[in-house]
């Protein structure tokens, strides 16, 4: 059993910043890749960060904007979003690819957090 749980998000003013974190719990051997997705209303979800190995990638988007880190003494990703925009807004999700047996490796998904930002 892994659990993907979510801290942070909430309402900022545009230019501000906020910062989410995930931490993974569970009957993990190791993560192979976390990152970052968001779905606004209407839109299909999209990724907004990964980070595999010490990479990281992000979309034009959110480039220069956002960093995404990771703990992996404790199985925690991090996404620091800077200068946010309006556009921003959207529930955010972590995502993570995890290995939990020999041959078993899956993705997980956490629980959501609404980011909003408006003035």
């Known amino acids: 059993q892994v659990q993907l749980v979510q801290s942070g998000g909430g309402l900022v003013q545009p230019g501000g910043s906020l910062r989410l974190s995930c931490a993974a719990s569970g009957s993990i051997i190791s993560i192979i890749t976390m990152g970052w997705y968001r779905q606004a209303p209407g839109k299909q979800r999209e990724l907004v960060a990964v980070?595999?190995?010490?990479?990281?990638n992000y979309p034009d988007s959110v480039k220069g904007r956002f960093t995404i880190s990771r703990d992996n003494a404790k199985n925690t990703v991090y996404l620091q979003m800077n200068s946010l925009k309006p556009e921003d807004t959207a529930v955010y999700y972590c995502n993570a690819n995890i290995r939990t047996g020999l041959f078993d490796i899956a993705d997980y998904w956490g629980q959501g957090t609404q980011v909003t930002v408006s003035s």
């Open positions: 980070i595999t190995s010490g990479r990281t």
